[in-house]
């Protein structure tokens, strides 16, 4: 509790508990005003078990309401209470029995209600709804107030971040372009006094889980200033002007504090383009009002000192106000690191682990293309347990091998029942895959190959990659022809036959192959480009794509077989390994291509002999 709120009367810190009080002692009220603590339990029965009492003299008293035609009897029994319905005109008949029984009987009018009862029974589910709501302002969930914002990820708004720069690996030219935001923040009088116009804004453009939020954090660390960070699903709200108000009071907070920073999270959730032609329904008029408010607050009229940073991975559906010079003017792209990014993020995430000495992290980031920083956060942490759950004083490689397993694909299937004939088609389907990467000097090398079920897969060949941008035809072919390699092994062991393992592999090698004819200009078919719609209609450029795509896969699957055949040895070798040790690691894999090269080199002096 800060120093303002002990300040604040016992009463006022404790709104919300005296609200819901409030309701309880309502409802309490209600209850019992309305017969809830009734003396005598009244029963509903029958009217022929009503008159079964009265004519075996059970009753002392009675009483008609011809009104609501019912008659309530006092049973000798306990003195309890019972009522019954009768039809209409009956009251005369039932009066003439109660009256043979010697029972007490009033009728005509019923008694006159009590006048607080029947204000309480209309107006008492007013007074809790509204003493609900009181509960609900008072508690902040109803209101636009800043100071009810928890922050995000847990963190309180107006504090200084911990995070600075040196945390922050894979982004060095986003880092490079907020820089001049943290030196504006730090000596914005440098910038005034030449007449430059100071920074309002920028939008951090990038898939989730690139460093968006850390890089947000930092610049507020680095500049020493306090950190606004809400989301912007935080202002969408379909009570009116809710939204409008809490953006108000959000910049209010930060003018206050002086030189701020504001994050807002995922603003296309307020900041999506407005709709244009036609009516609304009520949500969207509020969001609109909501982006508004806010793109007010933004202007450089009002927001003196305080930055505004935003984050999206959907920039095309933003407002152009929203992006106009003067608010969200610069973009700034936060996309998945590269090779050298990668290796990076991975060494500050185990910076301080017990990382052993076979670890490179250089190879893990090389079969991590792709993955953004959370992902590889991710695969750390998957390698750190994995050690622990074996035992081991270290994360080593093979901890890290399985941890990419983990995060690309899934957790290791331990329990999946896989038959010898199913582990024998998997070894040499990978096997032909691990084969022909090796072998082809324009393909990647492979990394590690298992049999293990991950995910939906039953097996996996992890490849080296590489860090080139651009993808020459040769290696486009040779990773076509790697992609056919599991087929064409599946045909070796089974003298021509195979089975549907291939179709995640012609799943890739199909959508690589479109790209080289309709995209990359890699073939015959000529330079023009196609799109998805073009193909989808068909007609006779459809055709000739189609023809062309095909051509690709059968050529690569001859090749593929020819390789394999050519190297049949080695092929054998390593399915009988995986079979036997069921994951190779890319030294496991030289060593065998190695002992196969021996054997052929042997061979001759045997003969000779």
Known sequence: MTDTEKKRPWWRRNRPLLSLL??????????????????TPVKQVSLSV???????GKVTSAKIDDQANTVTLTLKDAHRKVYASYPFAYSADLTKALLAKHVKTETGKPTASN???GMLLAYGPVLLIIGFLLYLVNSGKLTGSVGKFSGRRGQQLGEVPSERFADVAGCDEAITE???LVEFLKDGERFTALGAKPPRGALLVGPPGTGKTLLARAVAGEAGVPFFPVAGSDFVETFVGVGAKRARDLFDKARSAGKAIIFIDEIDAVGRARGGKGPSHGGESERENTLVSMLNEMDGFHARNVIVLAATNRPDVLDEALVRPGRLDRQIQVPNPDRRGRTAILRVHTRGKPVAADVNLVSVARQTPGMSGAELAQVVNEACMDAA?????????????????TVAIGKERTSALVTEHDRQITAWHEAGHTVAALLQPDA??????????RGVSGGTTWMSGNDNVYLHRKAALAQLTTALAGRAAEQALFDGEYTQGASGDLAAATDLARKMVTEYGMTDFGYVQLDADTLRMGGEVAMRAHEQMNQLLSDAHLRAEALLAENRPLLTLVAQALLAEETLSVDRIRELRDQVEAEVTERPNITAA
């Open 389 to 405: 759950r074996a035992g081991k004083s270290e994360v080593d490689m093979a901890a890290f091998q399985s941890a990419i397993a």
């Open 178 to 180: 907020l820089q001049e």
């Open 115 to 117: 006048p607080f009862m």
């Open 22 to 39: 409030a309701v309880v002692v309502i409802a309490g009220g209600t209850y019992l005003l309305l017969g809830g603590h009734s003396g």
């Open 50 to 56: 009503a008159l079964n009492d009265v004519n075996a």
């Open 444 to 453: 990647d090398d492979p990394v590690s190959v298992t049999i293990v079920p």
